[in-house]
């Protein structure tokens, strides 16, 4: 089995076994994200350092999965225990990359499909403690989306300016609909620049597409809920984790399920 590279077909072993480790890298990344920006904190220092005592991660403690297992998931000075979810987000991160290169190849559009997947973990679980979408994930994403448009492989630079304008134009008027009707915050900016970074991978109609699944998997919560008699009241979810999964469907499946609506409806 080979793999799509800048270089022509390369022996796929080599290529995502060097993939994942990046993956992995970057997931060691995302859980920097995930802790600091919450919190306000500099992504640059102080550096990496244990939860327990403060001090400083050497270099050689801080390899992705790896000297988590070596140190049984201890920190080397004060013996404290490190969450579990930092090997889990950088295995987990390494597995996303590994599944874009070998989905799109070697090329851009693999390379900006795994760190979308990759921000889209992290987002989702800032949104789930937090509610919390942030603009550092969110923005940087939208011009690697744009960027694959205009310069690369992706889909075509005017389908991607108006998917992002749609995505945004909509998170956009829901936010101000929603403190008009309700006088409160119906969802946060976070929500509206997630619109503009959706429409600049998937062009408008997937980006009405995944607003609309997105509620709809919105929805089948609440009614399982119901039916479970377990109530809503006090078991409210943020919307990101559902964008998340939506777009990622869209990505894969949206133009084949508009396809077959269309043709359904005989266009």
């Known amino acids: 089995m080979t793999v799509l590279t800048p270089w022509g077909e390369l022996p796929a072993i080599p ?27 500099s992504l640059i220092k102080p550096a990496s350092r244990c939860p327990g005592c403060g001090k400083p991660i050497a270099w050689y403690d801080n390899i992705p999965v790896l000297s988590w297992l070596v ?3 201890k920190c080397r000075q ?46 989702v679980i800032i949104d789930l403690r937090h509610w919390l979408l942030p603009f550092a994930i969110t923005i940087p994403l939208t011009f690697i989306g744009l960027g694959g448009a205009a310069f690369f492989d992706m889909i075509p630079l005017s389908t991607a300016l108006i998917g992002a304008a749609v995505g945004f134009g909509i998170f956009l008027f829901m936010l101000l609909g929603g403190k008009f009707v309700f006088k409160k915050e119906a969802m946060g900016g976070g929500d509206v620049v997630f619109g503009a970074m959706a429409g600049s991978f998937l062009g408008w109609q997937l980006t009405l597409l995944m607003i609309f699944m997105a509620s709809a998997l919105g929805t089948l919560l609440a009614l399982i809920f119901i039916v479970l008699r377990k109530g809503v009241a006090g078991r409210e979810v943020p919307f990101g984790p559902f964008l998340a999964v939506a777009l990622v469907i869209c990505l894969f499946w949206g133009q084949g399920f508009i396809d077959a609506y269309l043709k359904m409806l005989g266009r």
């Open 78 to 123: 004060c013996k404290s225990t490190i969450s579990i979810q930092y090997p889990l987000i950088e295995l987990a991160s390494a597995c996303l990359a590994v599944f874009a290169v070998w989905k799109w190849g070697a090329t851009y559009s693999g390379m900006a499909s795994g760190l979308l997947f990759i921000g889209l973990l992290a987002l």
């Open 71 to 73: 140190l049984k998931g």
């Open 15 to 41: 290529v995502l076994l060097v993939v994942g480790i990046l993956g992995a890298c970057f997931g060691s990344f995302a859980n920097v994200l995930i802790y600091r920006l919450p919190a306000e904190e």
